[in-house]
């Protein structure tokens, strides 16, 4: 089973802290779908298992696609794959697009998961962060999905910001626990080069708040979402018993997909490659057929010893030691036994039934413990 993942690149406007790729034009719309549709014919055989278990809309903002554009593009997936009949089908929002009509419209498309961009319930925080809804939007449009019958939410949040101390990053936790959603990601605001914040950081415009206070903020949301029956199944992201995002659980457990769409990126086992990041000549390289609208890079043993690592250790379940026999040569597995022993000293890493996850002291330094596993 395998995924997709399809790349709207349009916004209304542009967060200050967002380094993803889009456009807030959206004078090429139509052509940039056009576009999408061939690229699902020109690649049909690039994963080698047709079948499919999520459908995945991100960006940018999908929801900014009118109904016959989600509708093309859904169509012509159905018809180059076997989509199981239970797909999990997840479209990425902001609240300002959530209204009744456009609600009527994900249902009848069978999306099935909706992805809502809240990041904060401080209306001075979402100006700062240049977003396009209010906080009583926020809260409205979840309301009004959850009254359309979408069960299966989930919501973005940010901290770390110059707003969030510890008694605000409460109170958004309650909030968001009392809007009763199945699954939270949530994320520390890090600041990139090349973004309005990134700007006003370097211009010492702004500063960044410290270290220890976003770890208590981690901390904080670990312990209030597990007392609300969310569990914390990769570091970002908790999720209701039954409602972690299968989407991106595959991915971290090395499933392929393919990506469809500027920036997009796709992996079959093998090599990974991500399309151009540019609206204009996606569409123009597409139009003719022209390789150059992707690049790839073939994945060594190395390299896909440390993505495993990397993603694996993040999440509940852990680096597995029949899962690293499997795929990797005896050295790299003698290294990582050799070195994983100091992590469990530490108590910084757990093992049980040969797999190895972080403790609670351990995800406070996910990223730094996995580097220095890396071979
Ligand atoms: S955070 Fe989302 S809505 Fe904001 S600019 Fe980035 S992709 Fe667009």
Redesign the pocket.
């Known amino acids: 089973m395998s995924g997709i993942y399809v790349h709207i690149p349009f916004?209304?406007?542009?967060?200050h802290?967002?380094d993803?790729h889009?456009s807030t034009s959206l004078k090429n719309k139509d052509a940039l779908v056009k576009s999408i549709l061939t690229e699902i014919d020109i690649r049909m055989n690039y994963l080698p298992d047709k079948s499919i278990e999520t459908i995945y809309f991100g960006?940018?903002?999908p929801s900014l696609l009118s109904e016959k554009d989600l509708f093309l593009i859904l169509e012509k997936i159905y018809k180059q794959y076997k989509v199981s009949k239970d797909a999990e089908i997840t479209l990425e929002c902001?609240p300002d697009d959530l209204n009744n009509e456009k609600l009527k419209e994900l249902k009848r498309l069978e999306i099935n998961r909706l992805s809502i961009?809240l990041q904060s319930f401080n209306d001075e925080e979402l100006i700062w962060m240049n977003?396009?809804h209010t906080a009583m939007e926020s809260e409205s449009s979840v309301k009004r999905a959850q009254d359309r019958g979408f069960e299966n939410i989930t919501i973005d949040l940010i901290y770390g910001s110059k707003f969030s101390t510890l008694n605000n990053w409460k109170k958004t936790l309650d909030k968001a626990i009392a809007l009763d959603i199945k699954h939270i990601s949530s994320y520390n605001l890090t600041i990139e080069d090349k973004t309005k914040l990134g700007h006003d950081f370097k211009t010492k415009k702004e500063t960044a708040i410290d270290d220890e206070k976003s770890s208590e903020m981690f901390l904080e949301m670990i312990d209030r979402l597990e007392k609300s029956q969310f569990i914390h199944y990769e570091i970002s992201n908790f999720g209701k018993e039954g409602f972690f995002s299968t989407h991106n659980s595959n991915y971290w457990k090395g499933a392929y997909y393919i990506g469809y769409g500027p920036s997009a990126h796709s992996f079959d086992g093998v090599s990974r490659q991500w399309n151009i990041s540019n609206n204009p000549t996606y569409i123009k390289y597409i139009d003719e057929k022209n390789d150059a609208y992707f690049e790839k890079e073939i994945l060594t043993e190395k390299e896909r010893f440390n993505e495993y690592i990397l993603t694996a250790l993040r999440t509940i379940w852990g680096v597995n030691l029949n899962y690293l026999k499997k795929h990797f040569n005896d050295d790299f597995i003698k290294l990582f036994l050799n070195q994983i022993i100091y992590y469990i000293d530490q108590e910084q890493v757990i093992v049980h039934n040969e797999t190895y996850t972080l403790t609670e002291k351990g995800k406070l330094l996910a990223d730094k413990i996995a580097s220095e596993l890396f071979v």
């Open positions: 916004c209304k406007q542009a967060c802290y967002c993803f889009f960006g940018g903002t902001n961009g977003r396009a």
